[in-house]
């Protein structure tokens, strides 16, 4: 995708011009600069910004060499690189390290980045009548964070899972 230029605006300039385009933004540092998420957070509707992950097999897992899609991969420092290239591949990074990122980082409130990761994704899915929000008759997945943003409890179907 080209940056934005000041005379051939292009995706990025179109993104941020239109209130009807969504932007999906991967909240990790590394494959957007956290200015840059930062702009983004001001500029776009907070229904209208996504967070998603981009993830690979080595999400959630340590430092090491990995596979994506035939292509050999090294993650070190939790950013997934091809080993031919150099080039980012995918992430490592999960949906609740994407909102811990939004709050202390992008400095989004928890609501705002509550709606990023769960209910604006569930829109363009089709799925907001089910999921994305705390409503009655909604499937109740619900995660219950610490004050430092720490899992404690989870609820798949508003039921808690025994914890590891």
Same mark, same amino acid.
């Given at each position: 995708?080209?940056?934005?230029?000041?005379?051939?605006?292009?995706?990025?300039?179109?993104?941020?011009?239109?209130?009807?385009?969504?932007?999906?933004?991967?909240?990790?540092?590394?494959?957007?600069?956290?200015?840059?998420?930062?702009?983004?957070?001001?500029?776009?509707?907070?229904?209208?910004?996504?967070?998603?992950?981009? !993830?690979?097999?080595? /999400?959630? =897992?340590?430092?090491?060499?990995?596979? +994506?899609?035939?292509? #050999? &991969?090294?993650? %070190? $420092?939790?950013?997934?690189?091809?080993?031919?290239?150099?080039?980012?591949?995918?992430?490592?990074?999960?949906?609740?390290?994407?909102?811990?990122?939004?709050?202390?980082?992008?400095?989004?409130?928890?609501?705002?980045?509550?709606?990023?990761?769960?209910?604006?994704?569930?829109?363009?899915?089709?799925?907001?009548?089910?999921?994305?929000?705390?409503? !009655?008759?909604?499937? /109740?997945? =619900?995660?219950?964070?610490?004050?430092? +943003?720490?899992?404690? #409890? &989870?609820?798949? %179907? $508003?039921?808690?899972?025994?914890?590891?």
């Amino acid at each position: 995708m080209t940056g934005l230029h000041h005379r051939k605006p292009g995706v990025v300039g179109a993104v941020l011009d239109h209130e009807a385009i969504s932007a999906e933004i991967i909240a990790d540092g590394h494959h957007v600069h956290p200015v840059a998420i930062r702009s983004l957070t001001r500029v776009k509707r907070q229904d209208n910004l996504l967070l998603i992950t981009d !993830a690979m097999s080595a /999400a959630g =897992l340590g430092d090491g060499d990995y596979s +994506l899609g035939g292509l #050999q &991969v090294t993650v %070190r $420092g939790g950013v997934a690189r091809l080993k031919d290239g150099d080039s980012l591949a995918g992430s490592t990074l999960t949906m609740l390290q994407a909102f811990r990122f939004m709050v202390e980082t992008a400095c989004v409130d928890m609501a705002a980045a509550s709606r990023m990761a769960s209910g604006n994704p569930a829109k363009p899915l089709g799925m907001e009548r089910t999921l994305g929000s705390i409503e !009655a008759g909604k499937q /109740a997945d =619900l995660l219950l964070l610490t004050p430092a +943003l720490e899992l404690k #409890q &989870v609820w798949i %179907r $508003g039921r808690a899972p025994p914890m590891e």
